[in-house]
C-alpha cells in the first residue's frame, strides 16, 4: 500500500438499520443496500395516536360476509391514499430499494444463527415494522429481477426441492424485483398463483418478498395448530359452524405500506376490536426454519403495529432439523406495559408487543410449557360462562403440534 492511498474501510456491520437514511450490506457475491425513510419521519405505535409519511391504513374485510379478503381490489385503496399523501414532502415509494449482483444460481451453505434472546422490541427499527421486513434476512434472500411468471415459478420450487437435498439453502426467502407491471398486478390480484409460500407484497416498488414453506412439514404443523385450537374452543361450546370464530390461511391483509400473507390467522366471529373501522386477526401463527427468526419476530411486529393494536397475540414456531436432532421453538409474543425508560414521551406508546412466554422441544422432550393463551385476548371479550377460559399450550400439544414428520 502506497503512503497515498485510504485506508481501508471497516467491514459494514451485519445488522445496523437506523432512521438516518441508508444502511450497506456487502458479502462476497455483491451489494444489496436498503433505502428507507429519513429521520425526520414520524412514527408512533399506540393504539390512540399515530403519525407517518403513509396514507391511512386499509385492509381487506375479514368479517364473515367476506371470507375471501385476496379477491377484494386493494388498488382502488391505494389510489385512494396515494392522493391524500400527494403532498408529502418524502412519498413512501422511496421505503425500500434493493439493487444486487448477486446471481441467482447464487448457492449458499446453511448456517447456525445466532438468535439475540432479549425478548424487547428496542432493537428493531420503525422502518422494519413499517415494512414487516427485517434487513438481516433481507441480505440472505435469493433475489431475481425482472422475472416472468414462470421464471418466478421456477425460483419458488428450486428453493422447495433444495430444503429437502443434503444442501439446504441459507434462506427461505426469495425476492422479487424489477417485475413487469402487468405481472405486478397478476401477483397483486390472484394470491393463488404459487402453493406453498405467503406473500408481502411491496406495492409501490412492484417487489414482492416470498417466504417458502419448508416442504409439508410446515403445512402439515400449520394444520394441526388450527385444529388443536378449534377443538379447545369446541369444549368450551363454540364453534366455527355458530360463527363464534373464523380460521383464515394465507389471507392476505392490506397494511399501510404493504400487504402480508400468515399462516394461520384466527378471527373472533362477529366482534370488532374496540373502535376498530374493520376486523383485523386477533391471533396470527407464523411458522419458519430457525435461520428466519428475526424475520418471524418482524412480521409480529408488523401485525401489531399495523393493526393499531387490534392483533395483540402472534405465535411464532420456528424448527431446526440438524444431524437427526429435531428442535422446534415456540414463541408466544402478546400486548404488555411499556416499561422502557421515558427518555422522550412525545412518541413513546403506552402498551408495546414483547415476547411474553417461550417452550422449546428438542427430540420429544417439552421445556418450559404450558404455555397460555388468555381467551380474552383472542375473542376479545371476558369469558361469559363456566365453559369459556384460557387455554393452555401443554407439553403433549407442543409435542403434536410441533413433532417431526415421519
Not at 414532502?89 to 441467482?104: C, G
Not at 435469493?142 to 418466478?152: A, D, H
Not at 362477529?270 to 386477526?281: E, H, I, L, T, Y
Request: proline share 8%; charged share 20%; aromatic share 6%.
Amino acid at each position: 500500500m502506497s503512503g497515498t492511498d485510504p485506508p481501508p474501510s471497516p467491514p459494514p456491520a451485519p445488522y445496523n438499520i437506523t432512521p438516518a437514511g441508508r444502511a450497506r450490506y456487502t458479502k462476497q457475491e455483491g451489494t444489496k443496500e436498503i433505502e428507507i425513510l429519513p429521520s425526520s419521519a414520524h412514527y408512533q405505535t399506540s393504539q390512540t395516536s399515530r403519525r407517518s409519511n403513509y396514507p391511512p391504513h386499509t385492509h381487506h374485510d375479514m368479517s364473515p360476509s367476506n371470507l375471501n379478503p385476496s379477491k377484494s381490489n386493494p388498488q382502488s385503496r391505494r389510489e385512494a391514499g396515494n392522493s391524500e399523501s400527494s403532498n408529502s414532502s418524502k412519498d413512501a415509494s422511496s421505503v425500500l430499494s434493493i439493487s444486487t449482483s448477486t446471481s441467482l444460481s447464487t448457492s449458499a451453505t446453511r448456517t447456525t444463527t445466532s438468535v439475540p434472546p432479549s425478548s424487547s422490541s428496542s432493537h428493531i427499527s420503525p422502518e422494519s415494522i413499517e415494512l414487516g421486513i427485517d434487513p438481516a434476512t433481507l441480505l440472505h434472500a435469493r433475489t431475481i429481477e425482472n422475472p416472468s411468471l414462470q421464471q418466478l415459478r421456477n425460483c419458488i420450487e428450486e428453493v422447495k426441492d433444495q430444503f429437502g437435498s443434503p444442501t439446504p439453502p441459507a434462506s427461505q426467502y426469495i425476492l422479487a424485483t424489477q417485475i413487469s407491471e402487468n405481472l405486478f398486478k397478476e401477483l397483486e390480484q390472484e394470491p393463488d398463483l404459487f402453493k406453498g409460500v405467503r406473500a408481502t407484497i411491496l406495492h409501490r416498488k412492484r417487489q414482492v418478498f416470498y417466504k417458502v414453506m419448508v416442504g409439508v412439514q410446515h403445512e402439515v404443523l400449520n394444520g394441526t395448530f388450527t385444529l388443536w385450537l378449534n377443538m379447545a374452543l369446541m369444549e368450551m361450546h363454540l364453534s366455527v359452524f355458530s360463527q363464534d370464530y373464523w380460521f383464515q390461511q394465507a389471507a392476505r391483509v392490506e397494511g399501510r405500506v404493504v400487504s402480508k400473507e400468515p399462516d394461520v390467522s384466527f378471527v373472533p366471529g362477529n366482534r370488532f376490536a374496540k373502535g376498530a373501522s374493520a376486523v383485523w386477526p386477533s391471533l396470527v401463527l407464523e411458522v419458519g426454519v430457525s435461520e428466519s427468526i428475526l424475520q418471524l419476530r418482524a412480521d409480529a411486529h408488523w401485525w401489531y403495529s399495523n393493526s393499531d393494536g387490534q392483533t395483540k397475540l402472534v405465535i411464532l414456531i420456528h424448527t431446526t432439523d440438524n444431524a437427526g436432532k429435531w428442535h422446534a421453538d415456540v414463541e408466544i409474543w402478546s400486548e404488555v406495559e411499556n416499561t422502557q425508560p421515558r427518555m422522550d414521551t412525545r412518541g413513546r406508546p403506552d402498551k408495546v408487543l414483547n415476547r411474553t412466554q417461550h417452550a422449546c422441544l428438542e427430540n420429544g422432550v417439552v421445556c418450559g410449557a404450558p404455555l397460555k393463551l388468555e381467551f380474552k385476548t383472542f375473542m376479545r371479550r371476558p369469558p361469559q360462562n363456566e365453559y369459556e377460559k384460557d387455554v393452555e399450550l401443554t407439553s403433549e400439544a407442543i409435542k403434536e403440534i410441533c413433532g417431526k414428520m415421519g
